[in-house]
């Protein structure tokens, strides 16, 4: 009766011990749930917060102020999906021969960005100076002064109002704004998406640049 007994104590003891074990499991993969769930959540509310994760809407008014400002916002949405999720090896990567690295050439864009804020007058304080900036700072940076330019032109009253003179003569047509930074920064932006392509990290293929929208 007794050996009985502790063979049954003995039994007891396995089941608990092994209930024990996958309840800890249970837990274990519990937390880890929550953690990615929230890690996926803040990462996702991160991106958002910055501006060009979509072209924003825009009445179908086609004035000059509007049409140019297009242009930026679609520079804005092609340098945001361009930059999104570069490794330290895609800011690295530099074709053969003599040129810029992508790294060097996303330091480009920042600086172009900040041409067109000064081209056309506008303030705004950079948060970090430039040579203190990581990556993830200046493309930050780099996509808030291509929010500041668009808002601009959007609220002018007439783009000439941009065109820089000096003893009553014009020295800076707006018109140069245009085929200068904006379409130089669309350049690089391009290339940007070339190199990480080449160094295996392709943009996401949810984006879609004819709709400036991203797929679900």
């Not at 804005?76 to 074709?95: C, H, I, K, V």
């Amino acid at each position: 009766m007794k050996i009985f007994i502790n063979y049954e104590i003995k039994k007891l003891l396995a089941v608990t011990k092994s209930f024990t074990y996958f309840y800890q499991k249970f837990l274990l993969m519990k937390k880890l749930t929550i953690f990615f769930f929230l890690t996926t959540f803040f990462t996702t509310l991160a991106q958002e917060t910055l501006p060009y994760y979509e072209i924003p809407k825009m009445e179908e008014n086609y004035s000059a102020q509007n049409t140019v400002a297009r242009m930026v916002d679609g520079l804005g949405f092609r340098y945001y999906w361009s930059t999104e999720s570069l490794r330290a090896e895609d800011l690295a990567y530099q074709p053969k021969g003599a040129g810029r690295n992508c790294q060097k050439t996303v330091n480009h864009l920042y600086d172009l960005s900040n041409m067109m804020l000064r081209l056309t007058k506008i303030d705004l304080t950079q948060e970090i100076e430039k040579e203190q900036m990581t990556f993830a700072e200046m493309r930050k940076q780099t996509l808030l002064n291509f929010e500041a330019f668009s808002n601009k032109i959007k609220s002018s009253i007439d783009l000439s109002e941009f065109t820089i003179k000096k003893d009553g003569e014009i020295t800076v047509p707006f018109f140069n704004v245009i085929n200068g930074p904006i379409a130089d920064a669309i350049w690089h932006t391009g290339q940007i998406a070339s190199f990480r392509r080449s160094s295996g990290n392709p943009i996401n293929s949810k984006v879609n640049h004819f709709t400036g929208t991203v797929r679900e």
